[in-house]
């Protein structure tokens, strides 16, 4: 194992425990032996973004644009340091607990109806979101009111009783792009009603409850084969996340 790796694998553990200071030296290091490795220089970035230092974290993203033009990773980041003083997390909280898998209790899914690509594009992983039981479906939006898109017609009939019996669930981004919206689904509480039923019978895509590289990057390689814009949303989303800066 070569000296990049180490301290890739340091970075990485690093970050999962919010020792941002620590995974700021590691992946310096790495860009002082491989001066453009694009993964170290976007996880720097997104570090100088939980320390707070938004300038150093634009001059890393816009170094990776020079060396890789089309990063998508570094043009999300730069549009929300662009449009918002407020919309990045200074502290992720419990990151890596947002993404372990319980069976029975947790789900990933790829959601339907999406937004338009303008909102998708600039929602960051881990963002918080609610579920709202429409008539026939479930929509899927920020805890500020705009509209990601909306579960699946199955899971949606499924979940739509739970929740009206009493069921509660948190919900959060796990990657997010201008063509999908993945998010990641816990039941929190489940009524004594409804004691004996699982939320999810059987899990899709189940994974190690590891956290990845990729989703400390905000990567989102995953299509999703429906498609489709849904007009119920905010007017202006990147607005109305600058609202606060106003």
Known sequence: MNTAHILQEQAIAAAEK???????EANSKILEIESTNISAMNRL???YLQKGDRAKAKKTYQ??????????????????LANSKGVIPTAMGSFHENFIEEPGKTKTIALCRLADPSILS????????????????????TDRGAYLGSLPDDLSHTLSKLIKGGNTYKTVIKAASKTSCIVFIKEVSRSKKQAHLNSFPSLLNARTSGIHEELLLDSSPV?????????????????????DAS
């Open 45 to 47: 970035g997104f570090c």
């Open 18 to 24: 919010q020792k941002w200071d620590d995974a700021v």
């Open 223 to 243: 299509d999703v084969s429906e498609t489709g814009h849904e007009r119920e949303i905010a007017d202006d989303f990147v607005d109305d996340f600058t609202e």
């Open 122 to 141: 600039v929602m960051p992983v881990a963002t918080s979101c609610r579920l709202t039981v429409k008539q026939h479906w479930i929509a899927v939006e």
């Open 63 to 80: 170094r990776v644009l020079e060396v890789d033009q089309y990063n998508g990773i570094a043009k999300k980041y730069l549009t929300l």
